[in-house]
């Protein structure tokens, strides 16, 4: 990485990072919009949602919002879709779909 040159990093697109991702600092890793590595997607059904936070407990990115001690959505620009979540929600409130599905459906 001698050539590295993390200028204006602040205004980076995911594309515009290096392969492997490097922190140009401390502290930044929320500039960088991994939701653009997703290739599959956890989709979020409030109607069973229990609350538990399990999924809050091991997402790995910190990409499940909550508020007042409530879960309210999950942060695509930065949830990677390693499906971990999913895996962990006992009340089948997380199913992943496809990116490609999901970008489709978005579209109807
Ligand atoms: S898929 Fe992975 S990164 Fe995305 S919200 Fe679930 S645990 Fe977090
Ligand atoms: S693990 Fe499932 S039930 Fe628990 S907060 Fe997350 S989505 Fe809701």
Not at 80 to 106: D, H, N
């Amino acid at each position: 990485m001698a050539d590295f040159n993390g200028e204006n990093y602040e205004n980076w697109k995911p594309s515009d990072f290096p392969e492997g991702y490097v922190c140009p600092e401390a502290g930044t890793s929320v500039n960088c919009h991994t939701g653009g590595w997703r290739s599959e997607r956890p989709v979020w059904d409030k109607e069973q949602c229990s609350n538990c936070m399990l999924c809050w407990v091991y997402c790995p990115d910190s990409s499940i919002m909550v508020k007042d001690g409530e879960m309210t959505g999950i942060d695509y620009e930065h949830c990677k879709g390693c499906g971990v979540c999913v895996t962990e929600c006992k009340f089948g409130a997380l199913e992943l779909i496809s990116e490609a599905q999901a970008i489709a459906e978005e579209g109807e």
